[in-house]
């Protein structure tokens, strides 16, 4: 009986650690939604001093926890409150906004160094006269009416050696005696 007496005294001990625990989880909870401080299981657990896995076994516990985390924080400002994944969905479009202008921000720069770039190389002096453009249209135009000129050339040439060969041919049968004897 002796045994059993002490088995009981131990199970007791361990209800008695097992209720204040869960007062502690309950008090936590209650002080964390109340201040608007983090709510989840690992926040919970440090603030009461237990172990994570204490909530895990405490079914009602931990779902508990996981209402209070989904309800919307009471802020003491009295103003209206945000909910965590709220929270979270603004960190991430505020995380691809920053990336975006950071980019914007990047080719913004790139831009204004090749313009300050152009700018300086014109007020020094060594870059090439403003009218280069033009001056690029008109070495076209040239290089343009030269090739024409160049196909005309050789229409001509082919004209002129069809000609040509044609006088031969005629000059060879008028040299040529005829059998008539003339």
Request: net charge positive; charged share 30%.
């Amino acid at each position: 009986m002796n045994t059993n007496t002490n088995t009981n005294a131990i199970a007791a001990a361990r209800q008695a650690h097992s209720t204040r625990c869960r007062q502690r989880v309950l008090t936590a909870l209650e002080q964390a939604a109340h201040s608007g401080d983090e709510i989840t299981v690992s926040a919970i657990a440090r603030r009461a001093r237990v172990d994570r896995s204490f909530l895990y076994r405490h079914r009602d516990l931990h779902a508990a926890v996981l209402v209070k985390a989904a309800e919307p924080a009471t802020a003491s400002t009295g103003g209206p409150s945000a909910s965590r994944p709220s929270l979270i969905a603004d960190l991430a479009n505020a995380h691809d906004r920053i990336t975006r202008l950071s980019h914007e921000n990047t080719q913004l720069r790139q831009r204004l160094s090749e313009h300050l770039g152009e700018q300086a190389w014109r007020e020094s002096g060594l870059c090439p006269p403003d009218d280069i453009d033009r001056l690029q249209r008109r070495v076209t135009e040239l290089e343009q009416h030269t090739a024409e000129q160049r196909r005309q050339l050789a229409e001509r040439d082919d004209e002129l050696d069809a000609t040509r060969a044609t006088n031969r041919e005629l000059m060879t049968r008028l040299n040529r005696p005829h059998p008539d004897g003339a």
